[in-house]
């Protein structure tokens, strides 16, 4: 998957069909409400130019510096670029085409030219800070196994920071939802470290989101928009979540986007948005330019953010819970995150002072293993009891203390509690004894608990 792109690649446009489009291009392009045309319609390609009944070209920023809509003077530049990245080749090139040669020349091109508005010296420095920031990942492969990549299991990750990708839209672009209004930046230090979730996005980029882009290609092959439909979940965001840590999570992760994958987001709608937030965008958005912010749009209204959506997506595409006919996103992430074998996942952050517990139950006909993750350098006792029988003990007084390093880029510690797997029924009670004395804060506990079905 990610192996040279030394070959050429397919499909060459010429500087004609660069400003005026391909007769034969059936690829569905974007109309101005996110939608494709049909795949009846004549071969032509559609553009916000061509609603302008006066014939006048048209500058609007969503056909700019789009194949098919280049100036002559933008398609010198292409043509520059290309002949650079041919004769550079090596990692240079594999740079420019991260997602594969699958993407074809002239989007791929094109997206690299427009983050840096066809200022030919800027794209070159841009493509060049990309092949040593991605430098690094490159000699792991780009982290292929998540788990190696964030030092736990994603759905763990997934837990503290809800993101996925349901479905695809109306255009053939992959459908992101991430749900920074519920990021639980204490639970996530306790499982990993900004190093892994940088390792992790490096793993969703190159790993899931390009198998996604591959595959619906493989399917279409006209499909040539490699971009995502993303919503931004701002539900129960406060000001308080946004800590330094918080920013450095979605910081960590835009870095890479903003240089290594230029031009990726095809439409964002910000959704469920605080009142402090609307006003701090509305700030914002004069400073952005105005082809970025025209595809940036806030709705806090939920009847008006459904209606969006699905004009921009099929139903069966948008989960449930935002207002289509697809898999809630809680059990969408929890099929595919879920470990092989593990039939429920249960997760809860427990801050311990002196003393803490939560409570879980195993059905009957299951067992449950349980796991306990921090960065606390206080010595816990930890123990799991029935909570309907005290005197019946799953797990006594088991000594648990991180023995790591305390800095951002530093694994948590971890123990698996249960070295005999809880039969269910059982109400199971998870109980945390500081050694530290009674008016000592002992720290954070994120306890993981897999129910599997019982062999």
Aim: charged letters at 25%; aromatic letters at 8%.
């Amino acid at each position: 998957m990610n192996g040279s792109t030394n070959a050429s690649p397919p499909g060459q446009w010429t500087a004609d069909e660069l400003m005026h489009g391909q007769a034969s291009d059936a690829s569905p392009p974007t109309s101005p409400n996110g939608s494709a045309t049909g795949a009846g319609t004549p071969k032509k390609r559609f553009s916000m130019r061509t609603m302008k009944s006066s014939g006048k070209k048209s500058t609007d920023p969503l056909d700019w510096g789009m194949p098919g809509h280049l100036t002559k003077e933008e398609v010198d530049v292409f043509m520059k670029f290309r002949d650079e990245v041919e004769k550079r080749g090596g990692e240079f090139k594999n740079t420019v085409y991260s997602f594969s040669l699958i993407e074809g020349e002239a989007y791929c091109l094109t997206r690299w030219l427009r983050a840096r508005k066809f200022v030919y010296e800027d794209v070159i420095a841009m493509v060049e800070e990309a092949t040593e920031v991605r430098a690094d990942a490159r000699k792991h492969e780009f982290y292929p196994d998540p788990v190696s990549a964030l030092g736990c299991g994603p759905s763990l990750f997934m837990h503290c920071y809800p993101q996925l990708y349901p479905g695809k839209a109306k255009n053939g672009c992959p459908i992101f939802i991430s749900k920074p209004g519920v990021l639980n930046t204490d639970a996530m230090e306790c499982i990993t470290s900004l190093d892994g979730i940088l390792k992790f996005h490096w793993h969703v980029m190159m790993h899931d989101y390009k198998k996604r882009l591959m595959e619906h290609k493989k399917a279409h092959p006209d499909f040539c928009n490699f971009q995502t439909v993303t919503v931004i979940d701002l539900e129960h965001l406060s000001t308080s979540q946004l800590s330094k840590r918080a920013l450095s999570i979605v910081k960590t992760q835009t870095a890479i986007d903003s240089v290594c994958f230029p031009e990726t987001m095809n439409r964002t709608l910000v959704i469920n948005a605080p009142r402090f937030f609307s006003m701090t965008w509305s700030i914002i958005k004069g400073w952005i330019d105005p082809r970025t912010a025209s595809k940036i749009e806030l709705i806090s209204s939920r009847k008006s953010w459904e209606a969006r959506l699905r004009e921009l997506c099929d139903e069966d595409e948008i989960p449930s819970d935002y207002g289509g006919k697809g898999p809630a996103t809680t059990s969408a992430l929890e099929k595919e995150y879920a470990p092989e074998g593990v039939i429920q996942e249960h997760f809860q952050l427990v801050h311990v002072g002196s003393s803490g517990h939560c409570s879980v139950e195993v059905p009957s006909g299951n067992e449950m293993e349980v796991t306990v993750w921090s960065r606390s350098v206080q010595e816990v006792l930890v123990s799991i009891v029935d909570e309907n029988d005290k005197s019946k003990v799953f797990v006594s007084g088991v000594s648990f203390t991180h023995t790591g390093g305390t800095g951002d880029n530093d694994k948590p510690s971890s123990i698996l509690l249960t070295k005999k797997r809880i039969v269910g029924p059982a109400k199971t009670k998870i109980k945390f004894e500081s050694k530290a004395g009674r008016f000592s804060s002992a720290g954070n506990y994120f306890v993981a608990c897999s129910i599997h079905e019982m062999k």
